[in-house]
């Protein structure tokens, strides 16, 4: 071929070219439950960051889902494993230079499978050789409320907050296996109004009342979206967090604040029932006495609970940080309410 036709042809492909080099550039992010709702957010908060220096690996075990696949359409690399199983999580982190680790309790309703899940996950991300794993994590509450203490029951013979005890009694297994580490704690999703039935609920007289066994203490709350995006800036920050615990909220409200945001948003009035604890956990739904001694826990050490989840150190990881009531303004459609 002479020069005028070779030159037009490799100008003609060099963009491409060049755009196959900087994706080959950027460091993996490999993303445990990237179809989920932390994970998601990670995963959507990377691919549209277009100066991102990351890529995703969405790890599911399901790449055939309408969620995989959706992400999949904006640029990740979808990889099947499961967390019951160290090899595929070995080979699902292989040349990532992160990795975005959480657990699911309500799957399974075992903080022993949990613990598992961890020692897998750290495990796989120290063999694959792994440079910096976010650990999504809560806090063992048998530090501050030991079982011998009656002041909430024992659960399950060995804990006091299964969902909580297991996550935090796991920390140790990623310092014990040598994985550079952030352990991220997370806070009460706003998005439990919609997904988990926590929302307002309409009496019989047809007024709306927001029941939750908080009393007059505030809570720390953020929009899940907000964790991924949160955890994203930790990422970004290269190795400042590794090696510590970071607390993160979108808001710390009372249960009465939070109900003068749903009035404003629904346009009529929202209650706040401050249900006492023993009647919460006697509800009877799966996980009710869980929960029932989650939220005392966060009343009795409201102090420590917050201050361990700064709302202007979350919101220096991700200045997009939502308040509760611009959550509000834009889900709460989402959130189901008996028709009047």
């Known amino acids: 071929m002479d020069q005028e036709g070779y030159f037009p042809l490799s ?37 549209e960051d277009q100066s991102s220096g990351f890529s995703v690996r969405a790890i599911t075990r399901d790449k055939t889902s309408d969620k995989a696949q959706g992400l999949a359409a904006m640029g990740a690399q979808v990889v099947e494993a499961d967390m019951n199983d160290r090899t595929s999580l070995e080979n699902a982190f292989s040349g990532a230079y992160g990795a975005f680790c959480v657990t699911n309790f309500w799957e399974t309703f075992s903080p022993e499978g949990e613990k598992a ?5 750290a495990e796989a991300a120290k063999a694959a050789g792994v440079r910096h794993v976010i650990w999504s994590t809560l806090e063992d509450t048998r530090r501050w409320v030991p079982l011998e203490d009656d002041r909430m029951p024992t659960l399950m013979e060995n804990y006091k907050v299964p969902h909580f005890d297991g996550k935090g009694e796991a920390d140790a297994i990623f310092e014990e296996v040598g994985v550079p580490t952030t352990n991220l704690l997370t806070a009460f999703y706003y998005d439990n109004l919609i997904t988990f039935g926590m929302g307002p609920q309409r009496g019989e007289d047809g007024t709306l009342a927001f029941n939750m066994p908080m009393g007059e203490k505030k809570m720390p709350s953020i929009a899940v979206a907000d964790i991924g995006r949160a955890a994203y800036g930790i990422f970004k920050a290269g190795e400042e967090y590794i090696g510590k615990t970071v607390g993160i909220a979108g808001e710390h409200l009372t249960g009465q604040e939070m109900a003068a945001a749903m009035s404003s948003a629904f346009g009529e009035p929202v209650s706040y029932n401050a249900v006492p604890f023993d009647v919460y956990r006697g509800l009877g739904f799966p996980g009710a006495d869980d929960l029932g001694n989650m939220f005392q826990f966060k009343h009795d050490f409201e102090d420590y609970f917050c201050g361990a989840r700064p709302v202007d150190a979350t919101r220096a990881l991700n200045p997009r940080l939502e308040s509760f009531q611009s959550w509000l303004d834009s889900n709460k459609d989402k959130i189901p309410l008996d028709p009047a």
């Open 117 to 121: 899940q961890a020692r897998n996950l």
């Open 11 to 47: 100008l003609k492909f060099f963009p491409r070219q060049m755009e196959f080099a900087r994706m080959s550039e950027k460091r993996v992010i490999a993303v445990i439950g990237a179809t989920g709702a932390q994970g998601g957010g990670l995963a959507r908060a990377i691919l």
